[in-house]
């Protein structure tokens, strides 16, 4: 893998909308890049040291974009520390903490419904060193408003899109910086039924309610939860990681991220203004050292955030973001201190 | 307040149900605990991943390690 360290590059960190002609001289100039767009526009820019994923839907500081062919949304890691570039096939996955700095981070981006979606979303918290050597980053998605759509990542040193690669920016930081990945999930247990699983998966048949063994779609349809919008909260020893529902499908209710025996599950309460809620939980909280973040498209779709501000946190809107394992409908953000 | 040795009583607490009791709002330390509790790891194996853990991130979890003396 090539090793990028541009701590001396001039300028300041970017994170910003830009036309595809200013992105491509940034890569021209050798800048370590994470790169967000839809493929007509990141199939236009050149090799380099980038990685990228499609989606045309951002959270920007003047708020919510649904962007076109002519825009890509950049992050320059310049200044951070040392960029490494990496692809993995779905069979070398646990290679991201393997390879990833001692002291950092590795942004990572996986296309939508790929192998490598599902076997991370199931794996990841289990790899080696995965608590010691952070994975943040996202799920890359498509226009929902276009028939088709299809998510792929681009491994800049070539200018190749991948339909089934995880591409990585690992990024090791200086001895005296510390990478902290957060999140802010709108959403906390509704407090009506606890629910568990006797299997992990993205597509479930049965559940346990208050410990009972039920039919999952029946359930789910009994408390009007079909159409998504409220996802199902794990409590993870006081973090709450939700499994957002894409479908009930007769039998069988299909989730964006699995759920796991051992984990206790309830639907979210109801969150009535999602920017509202979001700038409440941002207000007050330091964005210094922020150094990457994303946000979830359904939050972006229910909380019908097009056009509103959420508190300055910008970032591509994304198909399942990344914490050291798949989330669904959060806000992550990693700093840097 | 310094980090207790790998000798220590206070990782075999942590990783014989002590994590989950740990009040912390660190995400990484929070889903460590969750894996752990499901994962059929040894307690001593457990206890090694979550002293590995606090040794690497001992700058910020500052608040969980004053609570590692009263587990």
Redesign the interface.
Known sequence: MKSVNLQACDGARLSALMQIADAAALIAAGAPLGIAGRAEALDQLPAGNWVGGTTPYFMTEAGGRIIGEDQVWVRDFSGLGAVRFAAYDVDHLEQITQEAPENGFSLTIIPFQSECHQRFAHDAATYPLAFLRPTVGWIAGFDLGQAGGKAYVYDGRTATRHADRAVVAHIELPADQMASVEIVNLFAPDGVDTIRFDTEGFAITHAIVNGARVPFADYVNARGMADGRLPLVGDYSGAYVNASIKRVDGETVHLYAPVFPGVDYAFAAPVADFAAAFRDRLDGVSQEGAAWSCNCILNFLYGDLEGKTIGGVAGPVTFGEIAYQLVNQTLVQVRVQ | MSLPPRTATCWQRLATGG??QLK??N?????????L???KLSAAQKAD?IY??FV??E??LTNEISQLAGL
Request: charged letters at 25%; hydrophobic letters at 40%.
């Open positions: 994590l989950k912390t709002s995400l990484g330390a929070q889903m460590l605990g969750q894996r509790e499901m994962s991943e590995a853990f690497k991130w700058r910020g």
